[in-house]
């Protein structure tokens, strides 16, 4: 199933001051852009994130793999500008 970005991402992209795309490379969820230049590919669609978590199981259980991912993914998800840093940031 293709994944479909949502509103949820693409607040947090605003925020951000990037835009986004469905990404192109295979499974990759979304294309991340900063001033019109790709910056990043992330999230893997085989996998889910935040919001589907929230539509799929409820946003409890969300929050519990939220928690989850951010400690499994601490040592990079902080680097600013890297990928791990768009995937925190608008995944999750």
Known sequence: MAYKIT???KQKAKTL???IKKSKVKNKKIAVFKNNKKVADIG???YNDYPTYI???GKAYAT???KL???RHDKTRKKKGSKS???DKILW
Do not use: L, M, N
Request: charged share 50%; proline share 0%; no cysteine.
């Open 69 to 71: 991912y951010k400690i």
């Open 85 to 87: 840093y768009y995937a």
């Open 17 to 19: 001051g990037v835009t």
């Open 55 to 57: 539509k799929k199981k």
């Open 7 to 9: 509103a949820y991402s």
């Open 44 to 46: 893997d669609d085989r």
């Open 64 to 66: 519990k793999r939220r």
